[in-house]
């Protein structure tokens, strides 16, 4: 059997749980935004998506996708914060948020291979850094840690 005490008593000391929350909610906002700015055509399309899209409706679709993916797991971190006054059981939201860890770390992959350096140089290192948050935060949302970081 393995014992994973060690690397979660590393994630206790050295990065809080309130750091990956707040973290995670503050990153979620800004993509969001961005994703939003690339749809009304702010930011260039070929900074997204691997720089792969090869037409206007493909975007858009692509787009409405991240943008709803993206608002789902804004909504489970501020369940987790205590921002949105949902009950939710705390196994529930620790499946989430590993399914979250495991979704930004194919995100990472996939912005390694981006044909775009910005999109590789950038979004490679937040999409990792997105993973460690939600990482922390499947560790830290299981039974026995029944109070949310913040007041209601």
Avoid: D
Avoid at 58 to 85: D, F, K, P, Y
Wanted: charged share 10%.
């Amino acid at each position: 059997m393995l014992n994973y005490s060690f690397p979660v008593t590393l994630l206790n000391r050295y990065f809080p749980v309130t750091v990956a929350l707040y973290g995670l909610l503050t990153t979620l906002t800004l993509v969001v935004l961005f994703h939003g700015l690339i749809v009304l055509g702010v930011l260039p399309a070929g900074i997204v998506w691997g720089g792969r899209v090869e037409s206007r409706e493909q975007l858009l679709v692509l787009e409405a996708v991240s943008i709803t993916l993206n608002l789902l797991m804004l909504a489970v971190a501020a369940v987790r914060a205590g921002l949105l006054n949902v009950r939710v059981r705390p196994v529930v939201l620790q499946i989430a948020f590993g399914l979250m860890t495991a979704l930004f770390l194919l995100n990472t992959l996939g912005n390694m291979v981006s044909k775009n350096e910005l999109e590789k140089a950038v979004f490679t290192p937040l999409t990792l850094l997105l993973a460690l948050c939600c990482l922390r935060l499947t560790f830290a949302a299981g039974p026995g840690y029944s109070k949310p970081p913040v007041a209601q």
